[in-house]
């Protein structure tokens, strides 16, 4: 059984398209997380909601939406995508107040022509 | 706010060679510090962690790495590297009583040659 899985795992889409990737972990984890993985493998969190609050928001714009319907679901919903949203989008989870030991997923590859 | 600095973006070695990945943090608060490895076309998994106590972390795969508070560094070591250790490894620390944010180095790819 894999714990954090993300779909799709690869997404081709234009530019000014909206696309979701939907993350699901059966970990019974609290804390779920979104990194972005750009081309040169830096890995910077976006979101992380715990029990469906937000509590961290870095500086993404607002074309990026999350969305947790429960604490076993994180989706990333992306309005009017650009060319530079293309990367890997990983999905992570925790326990909270964890000692940062995340679980991730294999990854969700998005290119924007 | 803590940062993390991986000195070597690539590591080339041989079979059987050990290496050593190193890596350098600042944070001016006590921190967590982490170990991942990333396989291709894979998400990243925990090598080994440094929470408290001994400052000698043993990992899986063979791996382990040394805390050293005065130097503020966390360096990756293998005394002997296999074909299936070519991975990236990413570095990482976490402000203790902030566990839940995470904040990673930009990798270095080592790269196992026969």
């Known amino acids: 059984d894999t714990a954090v899985s993300q779909t799709p795992k690869y997404l081709v889409t234009q530019m000014g398209n909206d696309k979701s990737i939907k993350c699901e972990q059966n970990l019974g984890h609290d804390t779920m997380y979104w990194y972005k993985q750009d081309s040169k493998k830096f890995l910077k969190i976006m979101f992380s909601y715990n029990n469906k609050e937000l509590i961290i928001n870095e500086t993404v714009p607002n074309r990026f939406s999350p969305k947790s319907p429960d604490k076993a679901h994180l989706n990333l919903h992306i309005n009017s995508l650009e060319l530079g949203d293309s990367a890997v989008y990983f999905c992570?989870?925790?326990?909270?107040?964890?000692?940062?030991?995340?679980?991730f997923g294999e990854g969700s590859r998005l290119t924007v022509l | 706010a803590q940062s993390v600095t991986q000195l070597d973006s690539q590591v080339p070695v041989f079979e059987e060679a050990p290496v050593e990945l190193r890596c350098n943090y600042s944070s001016s608060v006590s921190v967590y510090l982490f170990w991942y490895v990333q396989y291709p076309n894979q998400g990243l998994q925990l090598l080994l962690k440094?929470?408290?106590?001994?400052?000698l972390v043993k990992g899986i795969n063979g791996f382990e790495a040394e805390f050293n508070k005065s130097q503020t560094s966390f360096h990756l070591r293998k005394p002997s590297v296999h074909i299936s250790d070519t991975a990236e490894y990413f570095c990482a620390v976490s402000d203790l009583g902030r566990g839940e944010k995470l904040v990673f180095g930009k990798g270095t790819k080592l790269t196992v040659n026969p």
């Open positions: 440094y929470l408290s106590g001994s400052t």
């Open positions: 992570a989870s925790t326990v909270l107040l964890n000692t940062g030991e995340l679980f």
